[in-house]
């Protein structure tokens, strides 16, 4: 069993930036890939970000590209996602998951964090 539990969320300004954290529980972090997914009002829950277990290969959705940086600290249990030149349609509840694929190819998420709150205001 694996618990995640964000922090970071707020309230900024378009073009400002926050950085949300994720800690998670238990002491096989590092066998995990680690994800960011969020979800705005009245949308479904969508892809943001993923991480390798090393931290050594990332991916992200075209939408937060150039803008969002994923990475992770095995050592302290946390990933990290860094977000800059943030936009208003950034605007939704972002989750930390965690999940043990096959393969980097075939993605799976087993464990979800309750969520933050990200509100950017234009």
Same mark, same amino acid.
């Given at each position: 069993?694996?618990?995640? $539990?964000?922090s970071g ?8 930036s926050l950085?949300l954290?994720?800690a998670a529980?238990g ?5 995990? $890939? ?8 009245g ?5 943001v ?8 290969t990332?991916n992200?959705a075209?939408? $937060?590209?150039?803008r ?15 977000m800059?030149?943030?936009?208003p349609?950034d605007?939704? $509840? ?6 043990n694929?096959?393969?980097w ?5 087993d ?5 933050t709150?990200v509100?950017?205001?234009?």
């Open positions: 069993q694996v618990q995640l $539990v964000e969320g707020g309230l900024v300004q378009a073009g400002g950085r954290s994720c529980s002491r096989t972090f590092s066998r995990y $890939v680690m994800g960011w997914f969020r979800q705005a009002p949308k479904e829950r969508e892809f970000a993923r991480i390798n277990r090393s931290g050594g990332t992200y075209d939408s $937060v590209k150039g969002f940086t994923i990475s992770r600290d095995n050592a302290k249990n946390t990933v990290y996602l860094q800059n030149s943030l936009k349609e605007t939704a $509840v972002y989750f930390c998951a965690a999940g694929p096959p393969s190819s075939l993605p799976r998420w464990y979800w964090g309750q969520g709150q509100t950017v205001s234009s």
